[in-house]
């Protein structure tokens, strides 16, 4: 049987903290639920996210229901598991990849045929058309995307569809669409000067009185809402070149669903935060002024990723104050107190570089999800590189892709079912690759 303390395998990477990771312990985890297996849902689901949720995360309405795995699959050791993955995986040859996202857990990233960021993973589905099953280790909206980028013929395969994302859950696609319908009766569809007169572009073209850009952490239905709407997805690499793409198209941006990203990219870009009103779903015209969003130039949606809001400019200090002359990396989707008083902020792949790019001896404090950074720290004996944050906060969604479930979904797969099969509706696919593709051909000003 996998023992509580198996299961829960993280580590806090900050020195001379290794001792207070135990779950439900002051300084350990951020939830005692992390210590749950993940197949134990209570029934019905009315609190939290499940076990292992982080903290503020909640129930989005139609949350995935758990499903049954067989017993065995519980019930084997983590030695077991991986014996029946491996086994699985080499029965299976090329008929399938297995794609591991950066904050998935050691025991899943073991078997990836290729590890990377959302964007990076669903590229990599795109260059294997020769598999018949892609098994993504990641969250729900991920899998979306690599259905939309492979081939029709192949399978992706979620191992938990349990595993969503708090923050793309934040922005439903009927919330979503009010707020556009409430946007376009305020400002009108075309940009227009105070004297009322309809802007263009340089081609003679109509500007957009707001073009909407979502992050690609968002459903496969927002993408394709913003495919028709003249919109564009973004990644956590390329926000700024998106945002010019959109401001060379409209007068205004809706940002969605991660405030923070949004505000960081805008405000490096000069955007003034007077101009970045947040818009809360909740509240008629999202709790502004009309006044208030025709000034404004990025309307930002109230969202936020319940891993990276934990970061603080305390926990900056104390780094600082620990260990002098260290260098803090974290990723955009941290509160903007927090990018402001880092010396970098970019995306998984760039904190990688950072890492990568420094002389031996350098001491790194990283403000993102634990897994990775336990990671960098390991590939990286050569720096002495921790967490910013000294409670273990891992992505709680991402987590649930449990070995029990890779085992699971790979040996069905040898039994020629295909299980938990992520396929996104041909029309909204068609529309989420317009937006997709416009973000492909953006390219950074010279
Ligand atoms: S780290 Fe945050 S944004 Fe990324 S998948 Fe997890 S909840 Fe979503």
């Known amino acids: 049987m996998t023992s509580v303390a198996t299961r829960l395998t993280l580590l806090s990477s900050r020195p001379g903290d290794r001792a207070a990771a135990q779950p439900g312990t002051s300084g350990g985890s951020c939830s005692a639920a992390l210590a749950e297996q993940p197949w134990d849902f209570p029934a019905p689901l009315t609190e939290g996210y499940g076990p292992g949720a982080s903290q503020h995360d909640v129930v989005p309405p139609g949350s995935p229901a758990q499903p049954a795995i067989p017993q065995r699959y519980r019930d ?4 077991e598991l991986d014996a029946m993955i491996s086994t699985a995986k080499q029965t299976l040859g090329n008929r399938v ?12 990233v073991a078997h990836a045929d290729f590890i990377g960021d959302s964007f990076q993973l669903a590229q990599q589905a795109k260059a294997h058309p020769e598999a018949e099953a892609i098994v ?8 979306e995307t690599a259905d939309i980028l492979s081939t029709e013929q192949q399978a992706v395969i979620l191992p938990n569809p349990a595993a969503g994302c708090s923050m793309a859950d934040m922005a439903d696609e009927d919330s979503v669409e009010e707020c556009w319908a409430e946007l376009v009766d305020v400002l009108g569809p075309h940009a227009t000067d105070e004297h009322g007169t309809v802007l263009t572009d340089e081609r003679g073209e109509p500007l957009a009185s707001v073009v909407p850009v979502t992050y690609m952490n968002s459903s496969a239905a927002l993408k394709a809402f913003c495919g028709r709407h003249g919109g564009i997805v973004c990644t956590s690499s390329n926000a700024a070149t998106v945002l010019e793409w959109a401001f060379a198209r409209g007068q205004r941006v809706l940002f969605f669903p991660d405030q923070h990203l949004g505000r960081n990219t805008a405000k490096a870009m000069g955007v003034p935060l007077e101009q970045m009103p947040l818009w809360n779903p909740n509240r008629p015209l999202g709790g502004n002024s009309p006044a208030a969003l025709d000034d404004a130039r990025v309307i930002l949606w109230h969202g936020f990723c319940s891993v990276h809001r934990r970061f603080t400019v305390a926990q900056i200090e104390q780094a600082r104050a620990e260990h002098p002359g260290c260098t803090v990396v974290v990723h ?17 792949d760039h904190i990688r570089k950072a890492v990568a790019a420094a002389e031996p001896g350098q001491t790194f404090a990283i403000g993102t999800e634990i897994n990775m950074v336990n990671r960098l720290a390991a590939e990286h004996p050569e720096h002495t590189i921790f967490c910013l944050d000294p409670v273990i906060c891992p992505c709680s969604t991402m987590y649930r892709i449990h070995p029990g479930y890779l085992a699971w979904v790979l040996e069905e797969l040898v039994a020629g079912r295909v299980v938990n099969r992520v396929s996104v509706a041909p029309e909204v696919a068609a529309e989420a690759s317009v937006a997709l593709e416009r973000m492909l051909a953006a390219v950074p000003r010279a």
Request: aromatic fraction near 10%.
């Open 76 to 79: 084997a050791s983590p030695g």
């Open 97 to 108: 990849v297995v794609m591991g996202h950066f904050y998935q857990r050691d025991e899943i």
């Open 136 to 143: 993504f280790c990641g969250v729900h909206f991920m899998a």
């Open 332 to 348: 955009p989707e941290c509160p903007m107190e927090v990018v402001d008083a880092a010396d970098s902020a970019g995306s998984t």
